[in-house]
Every structure is written in C-alpha cells, then in structure tokens.
C-alpha cells in the first residue's frame, strides 16, 4: 500500500519532493558534518539526515530517491547525496529554507579549505536553525507538504462514542477529532500561519512547546472532509493514515 502511493507520487515527482520537505522540516536535519584530518584541521561537509519511529517510510523513500542509507531510525545521507536530495526538495523547504541556504553558502566559503577548530562554525550553525524562516511566506501551504509535515509533527487524536462523566453525575457519549501539530518556540511562524489560514488555536504546553489545534469533528463537517481528504492523498505513513481515514469515515457514515 505505501509502496503503492509513493509510486504514485513519484509519478508527479515535485508532490513526492514537497512532502519530503515537509518531512524533513519536521523531523529532519541539515547540516554539516566535519571530519578530522590528518594534520589535525577539520573539512567540512553537507550532511543531512531524517529521523523517524516509523521505518518504514524511511526505507520507502530511501528507495524512491535511491540516495542515502537507512540506519535504525534514520535516514542519513552522505555529502554527494545531500546535495542531490537538497536541489530537488530545497525550494520547497519551508521552516528550515534559510538555515539550508545559509549552511550551502557556508560550504561555498569553506570549499577547498581546513580549518584547525569547528567552535566558531558549529555555533553559526546553531544560529543560523534558530532563527530560520521561508524565503517568502507562501499564500497558501502545498497540500503535498502539509502531509509530511504533519506525518512528523503531528497528531490525530480520534476519540469516537467515548463515554463521559461529568461533576453533577451525568454521563454523556461524546467523540472528539482533533489534529495537533507541535512546534519548538523559534519555528512557531509556522503555526501562526496554519492558524491563519485554517482557524483553530495556539497554545503553549508545560514545557513550552507550542502547538496548534483544528477540531475536525461534527461541527465543521464541510471543512473537515475537504481538509482531510486533501491530506488522504498524500500522507504517506500508515498510522497518520489510518486516523484520517477514521475521521473522513465518520463524517461520511455517520447519522443524525
């Protein structure tokens, strides 16, 4: 089945790479790794890597691009394959755009060059993801890129025909669909945007995190099921899957 869809989405291959941005936004990693030489100065180099609990659509990617190597949870790409990786899905980078230009442009000044210590290069390239934006805030988010990012960050929480008690000793049958995304603190523009364009709310938990949350339940069935089956067509792993189908099944089965 995953397999299948990807197959499908390499057939319209900027939608596979706007996905794999999305992905990479969320739980992804760009930047460079340096390697110790002989004489004790350090080179520099491109790596990028994506990181996820649910292997699967690490090797299935792995396999579609025909780039990288699959270690236990991650997908890591080497150099050569960084760059190739980078010059199909980079312009479609959203959270992470400027922080990949800036380490490419890094690379370019550091190319044919040692240095004799990282210090000073490793904290440009912390601050440099701190403060990373998009290029220009699009008007609307690629469908296609809304799914792999939310296949990272996000969260369907499907509660249907749960019992609940309230304080006066009534009890109730309620269901409750929902979609979080979180978010670190310096990419929260992100959420802002989503907010924007799709309402729901931001928050903030506990331990800081921000987050964003669309209520897809019963009473906003219309916008529910356009926003859900748009996500359907490109989500790629199984259990983010599965929780959409549940919820476009409720809305479209269920009875007044």
């Known amino acids: 089945m995953l397999s ?58 792995c396999k579609a691009y ?70 220009k805030e699009p008007k609307h988010l690629a469908w296609a890129w809304m799914a792999g990012y939310f296949d990272g960050d996000g969260h369907y929480r499907v509660r249907i025909g749960r019992k609940r008690t309230y304080s006066n000793g009534s009890t109730a049958i309620t269901n409750e669909l929902k979609l979080f995304v979180g978010s670190a603190d310096y990419d929260a523009f992100i959420l802002n945007h989503l907010h924007r364009i799709h309402g729901g709310s931001i928050g903030t938990r506990k331990d800081g995190c921000r987050f964003w949350q669309l209520s897809l339940g019963r009473n906003s069935r ?13 989500a790629l792993i199984p259990k983010k899957v599965a929780a959409i189908e549940q919820m476009i099944a409720f809305h479209t089965t269920r009875r007044d």
């Open 66 to 135: 025909r780039l990288g190597t699959v270690y236990a949870d991650r997908w890591t790409l080497n150099n050569k394959e960084s760059h190739i990786l980078l010059g199909r899905i980079g312009k479609h980078l959203r959270i992470k755009a400027t922080h990949s230009d800036n380490i490419l442009w890094l690379l370019s000044e550091l190319k044919g060059w040692s240095v004799a210590s990282k210090d000073d290069l490793t904290e440009y390239i912390r601050c440099s993801r701190l403060n990373s934006r998009w290029r």
């Open 222 to 234: 219309t916008k529910a099921l356009r926003f859900l089956k748009q996500l359907r067509k490109y």
């Open 4 to 61: 299948k869809k990807i197959d499908t989405l390499r057939k319209h291959s900027e939608q596979l790479n706007k996905y794999t941005a999305g992905l990479l936004d969320s739980d992804g990693y760009i930047g460079i790794h340096f390697k110790k030489n002989s004489n004790g100065r350090y080179s520099s180099y491109l790596q990028m890597a994506i990181c996820q609990t649910d292997t699967t659509i690490l090797h299935q990617l």
